[in-house]
């Protein structure tokens, strides 16, 4: 209680009342005190206390001496209480109600309930330390240092001001995205250039070589994207986007264990073309043209409405073999858990499952839990 001292509930300078609860009781850490059932109030510097609201003087802690808090739940006969910790006592602080303390602590008692509450704004005004802000006095508030409120015209200007420099910002933005535009352009033509000195130069190059720089030029991107200003518009356009879908995505797509969902179809593609993108519409009808083009590659839609693209020779027999190998392996296993295990997304996981459920490889149990797969022990013990 040494930390408290007598002060009248006028504000400081920047300070700012926060919250207040009736009917609380000060503790001198165990000890209690005769500062039953006042007021308490909580600002942003200070913790109030008075004995009711007809009082102009009260008691008064500075935040900065607070610690930590921690909250001691009401119990038989015992009302709430938060626990203050604190740090000595500052010197030359004016009196208070005891000159000394043998505690490092105070308690609130709060016999009207409403500790929850204080506890929150007590423990957010303690983290904010509003008080270590510098607030100007009213006559020092402007830059000048005068007493001239700015009138509409100020504002205005200030508003003005305000909008240049958000526009700079935004022209800035877009010269550096145009910047980038162009670097993007001049890496495409690059990779044009270099492709045609590998068609022109066959001989001078070691076909090693030439596997390497292709596979390089892979790896930047697709040199040559398909268009419409360059293949037309219509079936011509699906059909030649297809085939370059077909080229592009065969070899990623076995990687992927013969599926990729459409999600990872489009933003692959779209991450290959560079700047050339195309929308979700143009991607789902060049995937319709793969069968009619017989490429490698075709759209399947499962019965729970996923898209994925399929290779043909992906082999369901091949893939409910696995599964329930690794069910089996496992005790069990959910989408997620198998996800993790082949390294597939768990969308698919989750197809393969059903699947195998399906063709009687496994068994499903739907609980709280979530949905957990089992080998078939009914087909497969006697």
């Not at 390294?343 to 996981?349: E, K």
Request: aromatic residues 8%.
């Amino acid at each position: 209680m040494n930390r408290f001292y007598w002060s009248d509930t006028s504000p400081a300078l920047g300070e700012v009342h926060i919250t207040q609860q009736v009917g609380v009781a000060l503790y001198d850490g165990a000890d209690k005190t005769n500062f039953v059932g006042g007021i308490l109030s909580l600002t942003s510097h200070k913790l109030l206390w008075k004995e009711n609201y007809g009082k102009t003087s009260c008691l008064c802690l500075p935040l900065p001496l607070v610690v930590y808090l921690e909250e001691q739940p009401s119990g038989f006969a015992k009302s709430a209480k938060i626990v203050v910790h604190l740090t000595a006592p500052e010197p030359g602080q004016t009196s208070g109600p005891v000159a000394s303390s043998k505690f490092d602590y105070i308690r609130l008692s709060f016999r009207d309930s409403g500790q929850s509450e204080f506890m929150r704004y007590f423990t957010q005004a303690i983290k904010d330390q509003k008080w270590k802000e510098k607030v100007l006095p009213p006559g020092q508030a402007g830059v000048t240092g005068g007493r001239h409120r700015p009138g509409i015209v100020g504002i205005e200007r200030s508003l003005q001001q305000r909008n240049k420099q958000t526009d700079s910002s935004i022209s800035q933005s877009f010269q550096d995205l145009k910047k980038l535009m162009d670097k993007a352009k001049d890496m495409v033509a690059l990779s044009k250039t270099i492709v045609n000195k590998i068609k022109d130069k066959q001989g001078d190059i070691t076909e090693d070589e030439t596997v390497k720089f292709k596979a390089y030029l892979l790896s930047m991107g697709i040199p040559n994207p398909v268009t419409r200003e360059t293949h037309g518009t219509g079936d011509r356009y699906y059909q030649e986007l297809a085939r370059e879908l077909g080229k592009v995505l065969e070899k990623p797509i076995q990687e992927c264990g013969g599926m990729m969902t459409m999600t990872d179809v489009y933003c692959r593609v779209n991450r290959a073309r560079g700047m050339e993108l195309i929308s979700p519409e143009d991607l789902l009808n060049a995937c319709e043209m793969f069968e009619y083009l017989k490429l490698p590659i075709r759209l399947r839609t499962f019965d729970s409405g996923v898209v994925v693209l399929q290779s043909n020779t992906h082999s369901e027999t091949e893939v409910i073999r696995q599964t329930v190998e690794a069910v089996q392996g496992s005790g069990s296993l959910t989408a997620e858990e198998l996800a993790q295990l082949i390294g597939l997304s768990v969308i698919l996981t989750k197809e393969r499952l059903l699947l195998t459920e399906r063709e009687g490889g496994v068994c499903r149990d739907d609980s709280e839990e979530g949905l957990r797969f089992y080998p078939n022990h009914f087909l497969t013990t006697t």
